[in-house]
């Protein structure tokens, strides 16, 4: 049965169930992530998207990626599933709504800490980084949440699953 990457059955293995499996998801969900909070970033600061924008972003994201892919990787997961199964039981309840809890408490976790080391990257140390940091990090987080739960989340969870179709499979 197809129905595009927004599909969801409720016995379909969909997560990481191996180390491989959870490196390969996470270099995919922070590429895509890092890439196009890149583009809207960089659209915001000059007025809007072209099509320059897209390989301008494509350069410059890769501080950002390797910094969200070891905070996403080695902490931030591990942290947001464990507030996430403060809100949600996964021995009862829908596996989306797992799902959903652990994406919004990533967002919540890693926007903050990316948009602060960011505005230090970028802007360097001065008396406004306070404003700065919290002015990035409002105007990133409705479009970070926006992309995780409607686009890439769903998107990286197709392709996770397209990818791994047997293993996946197996580990029934």
């Not at 992530?33 to 007025?47: E, F, H, P, W």
């Not at 099509?51 to 501080?63: S, V, Y």
């Not at 802007?123 to 987080?141: D, M, P, R, Y």
Request: net charge positive; with cysteine; proline share 3%.
């Amino acid at each position: 049965m197809s129905g595009g990457f927004f599909y969801f059955r409720k016995e379909e293995k969909i997560m990481p169930k191996t180390k491989l499996q959870s490196l390969v998801f996470t270099l995919m969900m922070v590429f895509c992530m890092v890439y196009l909070m890149t583009v809207y970033t960089i659209s915001d600061k000059s007025g809007g998207l072209s099509m320059p924008i897209f390989w301008t972003a494509l350069k410059e994201m890769w501080i950002e990626y390797v910094i969200v892919f070891l905070l996403i990787f080695f902490v931030i997961t591990k942290l947001a599933q464990k507030l996430a199964f403060r809100i949600v039981n996964p021995a009862t309840d829908k596996k989306i709504l797992i799902i959903l809890a652990i994406q919004c408490l990533t967002v919540c976790l890693i926007v903050p800490t990316i948009t602060l080391i960011a505005v230090f990257i970028h802007n360097g140390f001065s008396t406004e980084w306070f404003i700065q940091w919290i002015t990035l990090a409002v105007k990133c987080f409705q479009m970070a949440l926006f992309l995780q739960i409607f686009f890439v989340g769903p998107f990286v969870r197709f392709l996770f699953r397209t990818i791994f179709k047997k293993q996946l499979v197996k580990s029934e």
